[in-house]
């Protein structure tokens, strides 16, 4: 049994920072991948950022620049510093771990994000 535990997430004017936390625990022998997805009502759930347990990054082009993702193996950690935040930015996120040689991909539960003046 895998729990994603997820924090940091509350409304921010424009132009604020956000730090979101994802930490992991359970029967975890390996991580593969780990990401930061959103949906934002009426959408899709899409990537916002990835990492593999290497440290290759990549980001959606709606962030890149403002958003920075980056991962603590040894406490199965994941996090997203967002900066620059915008209206649009508003959504749901929810972090994803795959793990176990690829076998297992476990969510968190969401933690919104709402960006308003």
């Known amino acids: 049994q895998v729990q994603l535990v997820e924090s940091g997430g509350g409304l921010v004017q424009p132009g604020g920072s956000l730090r979101l936390s994802c930490a992991a625990s359970g029967s975890i022998f390996s991580i593969n991948h780990m990401g930061w997805y959103r949906q934002a009502p009426g959408k899709q759930r899409d990537l916002v950022a990835s990492?593999?347990?290497?440290?290759?990054?990549n980001y959606a082009d709606s962030v890149k620049g403002r958003f920075i993702i980056s991962r603590d193996n040894a406490k199965n950690t994941v996090y997203l510093q967002m900066n620059s935040l915008k209206p649009e930015d508003t959504a749901v996120y929810y972090c994803?771990?795959?793990?176990?040689?690829?076998?297992?991909?476990?969510w968190g539960q969401g933690t919104q994000v709402t960006v308003s003046s």
């Open positions: 994803n771990v795959v793990m176990n040689n690829w076998s297992y991909s476990a």
């Open positions: 990492i593999t347990s290497s440290g290759s990054t």
